[in-house]
């Protein structure tokens, strides 16, 4: 299909669009949708540089997203491939250049590249055309291979890839990639901030951050598709609420390495200790700049209270410290209910469930049923009802966010 002065207009407005977007992944997966759009492109996948490799981070299908049920999403397979000329992907990376396919089943046998037919024998769907475009800065670093696939025309007939639609998305990719750039200096920034985490307990890993925020988005946007609330602004929501999500635990820095590293329960007075981690964290955003900055303070201050007001810190005031709402006997009242702001009641889930499928060195990981028997128990009482009940609606997309970010080995 011939690009028009719409096509042209849509990528300058973009430009724009994808310089506010903050996080990473948020970035990655509308680079994908957005490059589909521009060319009328029926699916494609976006893949990652990761030293010799490229690691597929989103696939979008257009044709097998219309067979689920509403509000679900395309479950894919979380893979490498080798950048190397054997594969189209591989090969546009190696050579860091465009690589247009008009048909992958015919491809000329003196193409140092193949087309692997297992996907489309697996999912039942056929791939014709594929455009393979390189992610690189300007000083010809790759970062990743933008896929798109099987073209279509305006009566929905799959075509080649054009001349024209490879300048879009040339030229979309190029703008791209510096949004791109942008995207992995703040997560970069982001986990540097976990790393000092880390360094004092080995439980809060890059790893680990990035399952839990990518868990509180996938129940964020199911939610809010509930509850009627625009797409325009779960996407803005969501940018802030993944990279606040990752800082959940910040204020672990301050509690000393004996009762971090612990290797056992704790007694009544190191919990305490331990638990105002949660006012420690908090106040390094006590000056917010930023929707972030506010974001991530609510959700440090109260991912650790309950449903039915058992959970920590409480009402207290974050610059004295002071309960601001106390029982008869003058202790601290916890927040309970609709008081918890929704940032934090989801963090809370979605923490407690990477905690209950991860090894720790006082623990090994639990089965999945009974981490899955444990979050429906607690259900009303730690967690929102509500939460829980989309948790179990969206699993697949749980499993598949605990795919993309896998336990790796420690090194000690």
Request: hydrophobic content about 40%; overall charge negative; some cysteine.
């Amino acid at each position: 299909m011939a690009a028009d002065k719409t096509d042209f207009k849509s990528i300058l407005e973009l430009d724009s669009e994808l310089s506010r977007i903050q996080d990473l992944d948020i970035l990655l997966e509308r680079l994908l949708l957005e490059a589909r759009r521009v060319v009328h492109a029926d699916a494609g996948s976006i893949y990652v540089r990761e030293g010799d490799k490229l690691v597929i981070k989103y696939a979008h299908n257009d044709t097998l997203s219309k067979n689920l049920p509403v509000g679900q999403k395309l479950i894919y397979s979380v893979f490498s491939v080798i950048i190397s000329e054997k594969s189209i992907s591989g090969y546009a990376a190696l050579t860091r250049q465009l690589v247009n396919v008009p048909d992958v089943y015919n491809i000329s046998p003196d193409a140092p590249y193949s087309f692997g037919t297992a996907y489309d024998q697996l999912s039942g769907y056929k791939t014709v055309s594929t455009l393979a475009v390189p992610l690189k800065t300007a000083e010809g670093n790759l970062l990743g291979v933008l896929q798109i696939i099987n073209a279509k025309d305006a009566d929905g007939n799959i075509i080649p890839f054009s001349q024209d639609d490879e300048f879009l998305v040339t030229h979309f990719a190029s703008n791209a990639t510096l949004a791109l750039q942008r995207a992995q200096m703040t997560r970069a920034m982001i986990l540097r901030m976990i790393k000092m985490s880390e360094l004092r307990d080995p439980k809060e890993t890059g790893t680990h951050v990035n399952r839990v925020a990518g868990y509180a988005v996938e129940i964020y946007d199911r939610w809010a598709q509930r509850h009627g609330i625009s797409k325009s602004e779960r996407d803005r929501f969501k940018d802030t609420f993944r990279i606040a999500s990752m800082l959940h635990d910040v204020g672990k820095v301050a509690i000393s390495d004996i009762i971090l590293k612990k290797p056992s329960a704790f007694n009544p007075e190191e919990r305490k200790i331990m638990q105002h981690h949660a006012v420690y964290g908090a106040k390094l955003f006590e000056d917010p700049q930023s929707p972030l900055d506010m974001l991530a303070r609510d959700i440090v201050i109260t991912h650790h209270e309950n449903w039915d007001g058992t959970g920590y810190p409480g009402w207290i005031d974050l610059a004295t410290e002071l309960p601001l709402k106390t029982d008869s006997s003058g202790n601290v009242l916890g927040k309970k209910g609709e008081e918890i702001p929704l940032a934090g009641r989801i963090v809370a889930l979605a923490d407690v469930y990477d905690a209950l499928c991860s090894k720790r060195a006082y623990k090994e990981p639990w089965p999945e049923s009974r981490v899955l028997e444990e979050i429906l128990n607690l259900s009303e009482t730690k967690f929102d009802p509500e939460l829980v009940d989309i948790f179990f609606e969206i699993f697949p997309n749980i499993k598949q966010v605990q795919a993309l970010y896998p336990e790796q080995e420690s090194s000690e």
